[in-house]
């Protein structure tokens, strides 16, 4: 089977443990033909969007990747929002693709992928959706005209050739509803998921890195990741982890600080030694030190790295979004103010013990439903 990605909305980046780099990955695993078409964005080290050259490659997990440009109809800026490409079309013909999976609802050329479609009616075309309230269509402006005038009208014309949109949370399914007015018939759950290590593996990882750490198995550690702001609570979470006593427990924060939380956080880590800063690490050594941790702390705005976590064994503590509740029911912690956080580490320290009741939960649900094995059998169908 070939199969299809276009990374069209937003930046590719190679390399990522993105749902966009894990789904091929498993695809190509699966013994697929995987090809990703992708615009020219992606994310530098420090975490902001650049630019690269138009290009065909075959990237560092053996897939090919081509990066078409946008068209020069109005300036860049504007074209980076319209999302129209040169070529998009030729270069579908040329892979001819059994499945296409658009990332992504908001394009003006899912026209092109729909006349594929219509050209083309075996291919089975999905669309999936990480768009919420919380993270689009958030001015007026984005709302009124981009999202409800321009993206929302292009959607609902192609909705007869999409088999169904994918919604990685309920909140997706909120957001296309009220704002794109998609039946919710024609949507599906399809969380981001992440790579479920075997025991054995994931054992080895995690006494491999906790070595590294001076860290003994009585020890918690507790990771915290990926771009740190204001809006991930990563302040937050050090106020409450500063205010528990325990020379037993490490907070290890993983990934790039932005400025508005920066000079809040280099005090803390030269006065509280159990808090360490450790920088970007690549996909690889991410999963590793996710193997080692005992608790994985999200606070504030999702992000695909929880569920990573969950796949590799670690208990989490999240903040109670409708999507995580409905997803993961009790099997995980919530924590939606500092207090909140301060009583469950005092609880965690107390009696240990429940983090191993947690852990247990939470990855037996990620083997079934967040397995990236699992989601990609299901774009196979």
Known sequence: MRILHLMLVGPYTDGFGYQENLLSIQNAKDGHEVKIIA?????????????????????????????????????????????????????????RPD??????????DLLTVARYKANYPHVRLYVDSHEMFHNSARKILSREILHRRF?????????????????????????????????????????????????????????IIRQGLDLTDDDILMIHSGKMNEKKRTVDLIKAFSNVDGTNVRLLLIGSLSDDVRCLIEPVLK???????????????????????????????????????????????????????????????????VDDMKAILK?????????????????????????????????YL
């Open 39 to 95: 615009s020219t964005q992606s994310i530098s080290e420090a975490g902001g969007i650049i630019h690269v050259n138009p290009s065909s490659y075959i990237n560092e997990d053996g897939v090919e990747v081509t990066r078409i440009p946008y068209r020069n109809i109005l300036p860049h800026y504007v074209m980076t929002k319209v999302r129209s490409y040169v070529g998009l079309y030729e270069e579908i013909v040329k892979f």
């Open 99 to 108: 499945v296409i999976l658009h990332h992504g609802v908001s394009s003006f």
């Open 151 to 207: 993206y929302a009208p292009v959607l609902r014309r192609v909705l007869p050739y999409i088999e169904k949109i994918l919604c990685v949370t309920t909140e997706s399914m909120d957001f296309l509803e009220t704002l794109y007015k998609i039946p919710r018939d024609k949507m599906e759950l399809y969380p981001l998921g992440g790579v479920v290590f075997e025991e054995k593996e994931r054992l080895n990882n995690r006494r």
């Open 271 to 337: 006065t509280d030694h159990r808090v360490q800063f450790l920088g970007w690490k690549d996909r690889d050594e991410l999963l590793k030190h996710l193997c080692a941790a005992d608790l994985y702390v999200q606070p504030g705005t999702q992000s695909a790295i929880m569920q990573q976590a969950l796949c590799c064994g670690a208990a989490a503590m999240l903040y109670p979004y409708k999507s995580h509740k409905n997803l993961l029911g009790e099997t995980v912690f919530y924590a939606a103010s």
């Open 347 to 379: 609880k965690i320290l107390i009696d240990p013990m429940i983090l191993e009741t947690k852990r247990r939960q939470s990855f037996k649900l990620a083997k079934e439903k967040l397995d990236y094995r699992v989601l990609a059998s299901r774009l």
